[in-house]
């Protein structure tokens, strides 16, 4: 699916007026960072947003790259947040707004400690600014007041879910449950999928006035793409090739993070190979390959990849079933799948 471009006075426009109404150097500062976390990235979900507007008939871009910059807003705060709480200083490569004001700490000659304590605090108000921010821009679109109710009651509940995914996510950190596969892809789903999917083909919906009976066959939709979205996320980061995704495939490992392929992993004969290096931060080169052999020979991985093909296989029977975003979905799913070479 061909990325659209985001209405380009909107999005940076935020950032800069957030700058030039800042009181004092550090409120500068901390939009000018805010502004630099946010540069990047595929753009995927204000894509989904418009190409689902426009397979429905929407007439009025403006509006919905309006709407588009919203979603994209709201992603943005999720990942000031999510670095928080992983305690990640970097994404896409650089410094995120928490590394870049550790640093600035460091800079001014604080303790590493304090300097930490300033970076996260940094990252935790520049995601209350942009999720503040993307409530404002939904609430200030320039359309009827029934349609602006209908997109906050969306971004309401989207907020409300991913917040409960995001936290059962951290408890599955915690190491003190075993979580089955089912259990992990609900995570999944409403850390993710929720806000990734559901939301904008939603809201193309709804600013499209398409009928409101269809709403719910998009978040279903939603969701199953959601799904395999992650899904393939969490292959990538134990078995993808670095130098072509650009993520880590030691990170996930080291971390401990409980993917659809460690729950897998769990009621299989593999399960003491992968629990002996799951969660080690000194986990080696070496030793994360005998992980991935024993994720392979138990049938994890192929478990997960047959997963991600009958989510994409689902979602396609669905899309079917709401018209003219059955192309849409069709464009997306070849490219989410265009990685492992795979054709459900």
């Known amino acids: 699916m061909t990325a659209q471009v985001l209405d380009r006075q909107t999005f940076p426009a935020f950032f800069a007026a957030g700058a030039a109404g800042a009181a004092d150097a550090e409120s500068r500062a901390l939009w000018d960072a805010m502004a630099g976390a946010s540069a990047g990235?595929?753009?995927?979900?204000?894509t989904l947003l418009l190409a689902t507007y426009d397979a429905l008939g929407?007439?009025?871009?403006?509006v919905a790259r309006h709407v588009a910059d919203a979603v994209e807003l709201l992603h943005t705060a999720f990942v000031m947040h999510d670095d928080v709480i992983d305690h990640d200083l970097h994404r896409r490569g650089r410094p995120n707004v928490s590394g870049a004001f550790e640093a600035r700490g460091r800079a001014a000659g604080a303790s590493a400690p304090r300097a930490h304590r300033y970076g996260q605090a940094a990252g935790i108000l520049a995601g209350d600014l942009a999720l503040v921010g993307a409530a404002r821009l939904i609430a200030t679109t320039d359309t009827d007041r029934g349609t602006v109710a209908r997109l906050l009651a969306l971004l309401d509940e989207t907020v409300r879910v991913t917040a409960g995914g995001e936290l059962g996510d951290v408890r599955l950190g915690l190491g003190v449950d075993?979580?089955?596969l089912a259990e992990v892809l609900t995570v999944e789903e409403h850390k993710t999928a929720v806000y990734s999917?559901?939301?904008?083909?939603?809201?193309?919906a709804v600013l499209a006035d398409a009928p409101a009976d269809l709403l719910p066959r998009l978040d279903r939709l939603g969701r199953l793409l959601g799904i395999a979205f992650q899904l393939q996320d969490d292959l990538l980061g134990t078995f993808g090739d670095e130098a072509v995704t650009g993520k880590s495939t030691l990170s996930d490992l080291r971390e401990g993070t409980v993917t659809a392929l460690v729950a897998h992993a769990?009621?299989?004969a593999a399960w003491p190979v992968v629990a002996l290096h799951l969660g080690d931060p000194d986990l080696t080169a070496a030793a994360a390959d005998d992980v991935r052999d024993a994720l392979t020979r138990s049938g994890s991985r192929q478990a997960v990849e047959d997963l991600v093909a009958q989510h994409v296989r689902e979602a396609r029977l669905v899309a079917r079933d709401t018209g003219p975003v059955a192309g849409v979905v069709e464009r997306l799913t070849a490219d989410l799948l265009a990685p492992v070479g795979r054709t459900p």
Do not use: E, N, V, Y
């Not at 990235?41 to 204000?46: N, S, T, Y």
């Not at 929407?58 to 403006?62: N, P």
């Open 266 to 268: 769990r009621t299989t």
């Open 178 to 180: 075993d979580p089955s």
């Open 197 to 204: 999917f559901s939301l904008p083909m939603q809201a193309g």
């Open 41 to 46: 990235g595929k753009r995927l979900r204000p």
């Open 58 to 62: 929407g007439t009025r871009a403006d």
